[in-house]
């Protein structure tokens, strides 16, 4: 499983669109906690239930993606060698898929901020100070890391089409 993570506006949602034109089937966390909201979020707007689910007690990010694991389709998970998971924004996220998936690969996607600030709104700019302390949050009690210290491969987000699917390939050939 290939695991994206970067900032809004970073070029995540368009690598996933070159990645799927290579025979990878995208599994996207936003489409799967919509799914869920559906079946669970009676009585909440989509917000409230996100911030409901991740505050309660007994929930966290890391039950959080195991449930949201559980949402993808088991057949995906079996028959498609090239899974991306489009996006994760912490350390606990990442421990429960690599645990359940040891051979995943963390895959972070960058562009300059002057990119992303032309792609952004002033909400993304807010989202991305908070996405950064989560790099940085301990998932385990006493133990610190930085989910950006199990980054294993680097996708430009702000190169042309023609050098980014090349750049897939080539990083495909690999795995």
Not at 19 to 46: A, H, P, T, W
Not at 83 to 109: C, R
Not at 121 to 150: A, F, N, P, T
Request: proline fraction near 2%; include cysteine; glycine fraction near 6%.
């Amino acid at each position: 499983m290939i695991v994206l993570t970067g900032l809004h506006g970073s070029g995540k949602s368009h690598l996933c669109s070159i990645l799927k034109s290579e025979g990878c089937y995208i599994v996207n966390k936003r489409e799967i906690l919509s799914r869920m909201f559906l079946d669970q979020g009676k009585g909440y707007s989509f917000d409230d239930w996100m911030k409901h689910q991740y505050t309660t007690p007994g929930n966290d990010a890391a039950n959080m993606m195991l449930r949201i694991l559980d949402y993808v389709p088991k057949d995906q998970l079996i028959q498609n060698m090239l899974l991306v998971f489009d996006a994760i924004h912490n350390l606990a996220e990442w421990e429960v898929i690599y645990t359940k998936y040891p051979n995943s690969i963390l895959a972070l996607v960058a562009s300059p901020l002057n990119v992303r600030a032309s792609r952004n709104s002033i909400e993304d700019e807010i989202l991305d100070k908070k996405r950064v302390q989560y790099w940085h949050e301990s998932s385990v009690e006493g133990k610190s890391s930085c989910l950006m210290s199990h980054v294993e491969a680097c996708f430009n987000g702000n190169i042309s089409d023609t050098v980014q699917t090349q750049i897939v390939r080539e990083f495909i050939s690999t795995l």
